[in-house]
Nanobody, 120 residues
């Protein structure tokens, strides 16, 4: 069984910062792309940022220059550093990972989601 567990969400004032973490555990052979998605009430889920196993990153235009995605391959963990937060960043943030399991092939996994609320 593979699990993705997120942490780091919460309430922050506009202009503030938060750092999200997501760790994968279980019988994992390799992790390929990892990413963060978000879904605000009444809106579709959108990609926030992604990172390949080699460290190549991709960002949504709305977060470029404010958010930074990184990963620690030894810890099977992906991070999202969020700075200069705006009220429109309020959403449930979920991590995603493309994981190769021993003897069981490659599958997309999702975390349970963590709430980020930006409000004064």
């Amino acid at each position: 069984q593979v699990q993705l567990v997120e942490s780091g969400g919460g309430l922050v004032q506009p202009g503030g910062s938060l750092k999200l973490s997501c760790t994968a555990s279980g019988r994992i052979r390799s992790i390929y792309d990892m990413g963060w998605y978000r879904q605000a009430p009444g809106k579709q889920r959108e990609l926030v940022a992604s990172i390949t196993s080699g460290g190549t990153t991709n960002y949504a235009d709305s977060v470029k220059g404010r958010f930074t995605i990184s990963r620690d391959n030894a810890k099977n963990t992906v991070y999202l550093q969020m700075n200069s937060l705006k009220p429109e960043d309020t959403a449930v943030y979920s991590c995603n990972a493309d994981i190769l399991r021993f003897l069981l092939g490659r599958t997309d996994y999702w975390g349970q989601g963590t709430q980020v609320t930006v409000s004064s």
